[in-house]
């Protein structure tokens, strides 16, 4: 009588091999929505300092339009608070021009965010206001 010891050994072998494969798979998967987790976190900041902004200069009528505008720059940290060292983030509000019938009573602007390690765009917002006519 022949042993089985080989083919249970096999067996055994293949057992492994795909219990590895799987270990890898979802190893990867977790790395890649651990990425995908940050990346979202970040992009997240991104919106609420465009929507503060523009919130701010709406409140404040900072940027009146037109060319006696300039635009300005403000740095954020990583967890979102207002920094001049270190920061993770920066916010650009730019004005746009605005038509000429609306150009009295409308300004318009847009502010982008930028991660400041890589330098992308993370999110930007255009948006508008009108403007107090005295």
Known sequence: MKSKAPLVMMEQMVMILVFALAAALCMRAFVLSSSLSEEAERRDIAVLLCENAAESCKGMQKLGGGAETEPYTVYYDAGGFRTET???????????????????TLAKAVVRTFDEAT??????????????VS
Do not use: I, M, S, T
């Not at 920061?87 to 150009?103: G, I, K, N, T």
């Not at 330098?119 to 107090?132: M, N, S």
């Open 119 to 132: 330098g992308k765009e993370l999110y930007h917002l255009e948006f508008a206001w009108q403007r107090e």
């Open 86 to 104: 270190d920061p993770a983030y920066r916010v650009q509000v730019e004005p746009l021009e605005v038509e000429e019938p609306l150009a009295q």
